[in-house]
């Protein structure tokens, strides 16, 4: 057994984190990334502050989540709560589409489009502005504390604040109308759940894209753990040809010594130089050419930087590439790879593709065909029928006539299906009961009415009744709702 002091000798479990200074690096896939971040930020800052015009009686702002009022608006669709499958529809559309896309073309969500990745890509760009690029990083990183680093690091981070204000500051707009909210927030008067809000938002924002990077995507991240199960051999990937780059030489010079000492016609030498510009490229700090990593976001940067090299050394670019595992094999052996039209036409993304347009059309089909009125009747159940001073059974239902309109409309709600039955409201009385009654519903909104229905009292003793509203406007629509109208145990024996 050994010694328990001999413990405190061993290496320890975890290894301490290293400082990754992604290098600038320029190419397609760097303007790629530029243009998606510009977009998605575009987006998310700008969206809340666009206006739409809905009319007189509804909200004026093209995003907003309405808590207050159980609406969601999204320029002209405008969400209920009993249309909840709509949002449930579409959180299923972006699950299968992330499949697809994964299945693809990798982890290109990673790379590019992840708000982790966009937010980190833009405090990287904050703190090459203020420090310098890599090797200046270092540098700065290993120098005594003194007044110029001082003013850098709180520069840095004092921007690296501002962004994550401005980050959960724009998240709350969605929520509530953007230049109300954003006037309470300035004078002290917004909820104290929209400053609490803005306070958690800006410190994760901080922590995660500023301080953690790159080991959220590799620690805390599931996405990684999850996409080995969406992949196979023909989703493309990051991966560094070794066929060409391998037996690899050190450094330009050596490259160029041993070209001119390779006499023998078996002698190849390889297209890396093991330069590691790719390494000092990659966000996450890792090493491309020791084969798929869960550390590789696919941002593709690490490809723009090993093309630079190869162009300097007039070789053919793409080295380090996007390809598939069946790509690889077939390139090692010198056959011709897959067509890009062939990877992307393969049984699992065309049922991606399918069960994706399939829900996405039937949603189209629905907002288009749906209609702006609707009616929902319960039943009154204390108690459940009253028999009235001439014989006749009464019922009371709740009615609620549901106007989705943005304007005010008039409705006919309307009974069938019990002979002899009349109908009149809260408001009416049973001497002028008859088939329909009319009612005013205001914009945008739920009327709940008390309604009456009295019928003979010789019938079964349960009995379906159906409610109907039908708008009266030009535009018309009309609802249904079923429920039962309840008798007398043997009324249906009485004379």
Known sequence: ????????????????????????????????????????????????????????????????????????????????????YYVAGMLIMAGIGLFLVT???????????????????????????????????FRLLNAPWGPAKIARRVAKHAIWLLIALATGGAWIFYFADAPTLARQLVDGSAPFVAYATI?????????????????????????????????????????????????RTRGLKRTHDLVELATEPQARIGDCIDCNACVAACPTGIDIRDGAQIGCITCGLCIDACDDIMTKLGREPRLIGYTTEADARIANSGGTPWTALNRLLRPRTLIYFGVWGAIGLGMVFSLGNRTRIDLSVAHGRNPQWVRLSDGA????????????????????????????????????????????????????????????????????????????????????????DTTRFDRPENAEHDQ
């Open 199 to 247: 306070g958690v938002l800006t410190f994760t924002t901080y922590t995660l894209g500023g301080l953690m990077r790159e080991q959220v995507c590799i620690y805390m991240c599931p996405w990684p753990r999850i996409q080995a199960t969406l992949m196979d051999e023909h989703s493309l990937a990051v991966a560094y040809k070794y066929w060409r780059g391998e037996p």
């Open 393 to 480: 059974v009464r019922n009371s239902y709740v009615v609620k006539v549901r106007n989705m309109e943005e304007r005010p409309r008039d409705v006919e709600v309307s009974i069938a299906g019990v002979p002899g039955a009349l109908l009149w409201d809260e408001d009416g009385e049973r001497t002028g009961a008859a088939q329909s009654v009319r009612l005013h519903v205001d914009a945008d909104q739920v009327r709940p009415v008390q309604m009456f229905v009295a019928a003979p009292a010789v019938g079964p003793e349960h009995v379906d009744i159906t409610f109907t509203v039908r708008a009266l406007d030009a535009e018309g629509g009309h609802a249904r």
């Open 103 to 137: 299945s693809a073309v990798g982890r290109a969500w990673c790379g590019y489009a992840c708000p982790q990745t966009v937010w980190t890509d833009l405090f990287v760009h904050v703190e090459r502005l203020i420090d310098g690029d890599r090797n200046a990083q």
């Open 1 to 84: 057994m050994s010694d328990p002091s001999d413990l405190i000798h061993q290496e320890p479990f975890f290894e301490a984190r290293r400082k990754v200074f992604p290098k600038a690096v320029h190419g397609s896939f760097r303007r790629l990334k530029w243009a998606i971040m510009a977009i998605t930020l575009t987006i998310y800052y700008v969206m809340p502050w666009i206006r739409w015009d809905r009319g007189p009686y509804a909200p004026h702002q093209a995003a907003l989540v309405d808590i207050a009022h159980r609406r969601f608006y999204l320029f002209s669709i405008e969400i209920w709560p009993h249309e909840f």
